[in-house]
């Protein structure tokens, strides 16, 4: 027998509008609602709702032989209830179908447990919180901010009460093992590991569409014949995409509604296939050897590292500066400085100072508010700013408070000016 296990990542930034110079001391507008509010609209129309009432009716047509899985991040629920509330209904009836898992994430989907344990922890207390609040379902599966994962993530997760953990079967730690089985991280003895079949998970969420590719088009027999071939050579083929596969990066006009409308059917055709939520398939089988990572990978890019958010001398001045902030913070900021601070914790805004001009370079352009990643940078930096000067302004220990004025912010947005090509950016800041 060989089970699906189909996982969603679900996730919208609270982007920032283009805040300059000018803004700094003068007010805490650092977001684009507007921007904000017309994205999450516009995925709610082409995505959210119909592959919501979809899996609605697949679950049940197949009387609960279907399943799924769901990470939604806070900030995609918060603006789930702010904007969309008739989206966050759709998901409150898929979770009383009682065949949909949510799993655990870092509330604001940021980077803190690559720079601070104690905030990651929060954050994800934050999250389980959230999901318990509107669901009614305290999550046992993690998953952390795109599949980031190493040794030392499963020994803390064992520590919060989670029973699994989720990350990308990445070639140069599976070497020649399959990700089509659970395994045991060498740092902990109660979490098992589930791992992305990411040739047959990407084959949905990138290649679909792709005239160019030599298995194009995709069908519901071909598929179900690459899932099929799987039994006897794997306990789990672990489909993990972002949901918004299905009408905003995938187009309706490519077929992949119909695709995933006919496809739980043929799979559920071969008596050896069943569908799983992540929690049913950590109880249900047992690790086949042990996961060694002892150095960080994610799911993002072709590298499968970290290098999406922290590849250039741009994003580590960014996020130094960031929980450099936090630190100084100590027990002293007010709620809302510390919920605006946490905003800014988002891996989406180190996301946009990528400058991968290659074969990742339309993925990182995805709903990106800026031309430049330099923009990015500059108006993250001029935030940064701004929050450092408030701290200051609230009665923080002026001593303990880092100056930016003399930062990256203002140094290296000068080079950028001074230089006019954009191979000699890139080549200066991946230095």
Known sequence: MVSICFYFQVHQPRRLRNYSVFDIKKNQEYFDDEKNKEIALKVARKCYLPMNRMLLDLIKKHKGDFKVSFSVSGIALEQFEEYAPDVLQSFKD????????????????????LYNQKEFREQVQMHRDKIKELFGYTPQVFRNTELIYNNELPRLVERMGF????????????????????????SSDKVKVLLKNYKLSDDIAFRFGNKSWNEHPLTVEKFEQWVSAVNGNGNVINLFMDYETFGEHQWEDTGIFEFMRHLPEALLRNPDNNFVTVGEAIDSYDTVGDLDVPHTISWADIERDTSAWLGNRMQHAAIDELYRIHNNMGTNADPETMKLWRYMTTSDHFYYMCTKWFSDGDVHKYFNPYDSPYEAYIAFMNVMNDLAWRLKANSVDESQVVELSERPSEILASQIQSVQEPEAITESLNK
Do not use: Q
């Open 94 to 113: 898929l979770a009383d179908t009682g065949c949909v898992e949510f799993l655990a994430e870092t509330y604001y989907h940021s980077l803190s447990f």
């Open 163 to 186: 029973k699994g953990v989720a990350t990308e079967g990445a070639d140069h730690i599976m070497h020649w093992r399959s990700p089509n089985f659970l395994y045991k991280p060498v």
